[in-house]
């Protein structure tokens, strides 16, 4: 190794990567938009400080705890970041579908949708959307006194949780 790559001037470089990217993390927690979830795409803050803070912690324990030399610590360190990157990605995908059920959610009392399981009295059957929003598939059921077939259209009167209460719409015999 040469010798600008010593033990301690890693053990610097990791410790001050993670003191950076505590602070750093610290900084969006509170400077961040009350309320408002974190851009999670691939180089946004939030993750690069992620990165940052994975790949200095992952140098230190590998350089001190480990005893790993310099070199496995920095490929640790390496595919610590990495796996954090790949973590926060895959927690952005989810995050961004569950805002986006979310919001497709929130707009459908009110809104039309199709059986696509019959709903008997008393039990769930399950309904597919209609319109220009996300399609949704959800279990329903109806107060109606009479099966709801399947292919029959409804109206969402209400929501419980993620189940949908409907009427059927009004024919015009």
């Known amino acids: 190794m040469p010798a600008w ?3 301690d ?3 610097i470089v990791y410790l001050v990567l993670l003191g950076v990217g505590v602070v750093a993390a610290l900084a969006l927690a509170l400077l961040g938009e009350a309320g408002e979830p974190l851009a999670l795409t691939p180089l946004s803050p939030a993750v690069l ?3 940052l803070t994975c790949f ?3 140098g ?3 350089l001190r705890l480990f005893g790993f030399p310099v070199g496995l610590s920095l490929i640790a360190a390496l595919l610590f970041a990495g796996f954090s990157a790949t973590l926060f990605a895959l927690l952005a995908t989810v995050a961004s579908r569950a805002a986006e059920r979310r919001k497709a959610l929130g707009d459908l009392v009110g809104a039309l949708a199709r ?3 019959p709903i008997e009295p008393g039990r769930t059957g399950l309904i597919a959307t209609n319109g220009s929003r996300p399609a949704l598939t959800l279990p329903a059921t109806s107060r109606e ?4 077939p ?3 259209t409804v109206v969402v009167t209400a929501l419980h949780g993620a189940a949908a209460e409907v009427t059927p719409l009004p024919r015009d015999d």
């Open 5 to 7: 790559l010593s033990e």
């Open 9 to 11: 001037r890693m053990l």
């Open 49 to 51: 400080v992620a990165c």
């Open 56 to 58: 200095g912690g992952a």
């Open 60 to 62: 230190v324990l590998a």
């Open 115 to 117: 059986v696509v399981t």
């Open 145 to 148: 006194s009479r099966p709801l």
């Open 150 to 152: 399947t292919g029959t």
